[in-house]
């Protein structure tokens, strides 16, 4: 059984920054990769970025060149630093654990955070 926990959301103005935290606990064999979604209202939970226990990284294409996803192994943490924020990134974040293939596709699995708001100011 695996626990996530969210942390680090806010209310902050376009062009600001942000970090989520997503702190891991507990261990599962089909775990490889960590991953935040983040789901706007009245639309469908979507991938944001997705890092592997090794360090591979994928993104969303609106994200790239603008969120950065890391983690702190001795932590067990994983963050998402967001740079240049505008209001389309408002949504609740979620931090998910899943799996990461060899062709870098992410395949959640049912462990899921509570969510943090992310609500980007005009």
């Known amino acids: 059984q695996v626990q996530l926990v969210e942390s680090g959301g806010g209310l902050v103005q376009a062009g600001g920054s942000l970090r989520l935290s997503c702190a891991v606990s507990g261990r599962s064999s089909s775990i490889n990769a960590v991953a935040w979604y983040r789901q706007a209202p009245g639309e469908q939970r979507e991938l944001v970025a997705a890092i592997s226990t090794g360090g591979s990284t994928n993104y969303a294409d609106s994200v790239k060149g603008r969120f950065t996803i890391s983690r702190d192994n001795a932590k067990n943490t994983v963050y998402l630093q967001m740079n240049s924020l505008k209001p389309e990134d408002t949504a609740i974040y979620y931090c998910?654990?899943?799996?990461?293939?060899?062709?870098?596709?992410?395949?959640?699995?049912?462990?899921w955070g509570q969510g943090t708001q992310v609500t980007v100011s005009s």
């Open positions: 998910n654990a899943g799996f990461r293939n060899y062709d870098g596709h992410y395949f959640p699995l049912n462990s």
